[in-house]
């Protein structure tokens, strides 16, 4: 079982890049897909970022072209590099291996915090 490990959140101005890291315990590229989730105290988990194990990505309209999901294999590292960021795209980010159905494997992280404010 592979534990991730989220960090750098931290408080940005509107406008302003945050890279985000997650380093797994074990092999990262074994996972069918990888992604970053966003969670808000209004919202569910939702899935910002996704990374196939054929390197196909995948964003919804909210944050594509402004995030971008990498991945660092031999150091078993899922990136998150977030420009143009709003206000809402404050919250908790967590990252999660997914299974073929696109359902993230638990358990999760602890997450990392962005907070998105002038």
């Known amino acids: 079982q592979v534990q991730l490990v989220e960090s750098g959140g931290g408080l940005v101005p509107p406008g302003g890049s945050l890279r985000l890291s997650c380093v797994g315990s074990?092999?990262?590229?074994?996972?069918?897909?990888i992604g970053w989730y966003r969670q808000t105290p209004r919202n569910r988990r939702e899935l910002v970022a996704r990374?196939?194990?054929?390197?196909?990505?995948y964003y919804p309209d909210a944050v594509k072209g402004r995030f971008t999901i990498s991945r660092d294999d031999a150091k078993n590292t899922l990136f998150l590099q977030m420009r143009s960021l709003k206000v809402e795209d404050s919250g908790v980010y967590y990252c999660?291996?997914?299974?073929?159905?696109?359902?993230?494997?638990?358990?999760w992280g602890q997450g990392t915090q962005v907070i998105v404010s002038s």
């Open positions: 999660a291996g997914q299974n073929m159905l696109g359902a993230p494997i638990p358990p």
């Open positions: 990374l196939f194990g054929n390197r196909r990505v």
């Open positions: 074990g092999d990262i590229a074994g996972f069918f897909a």
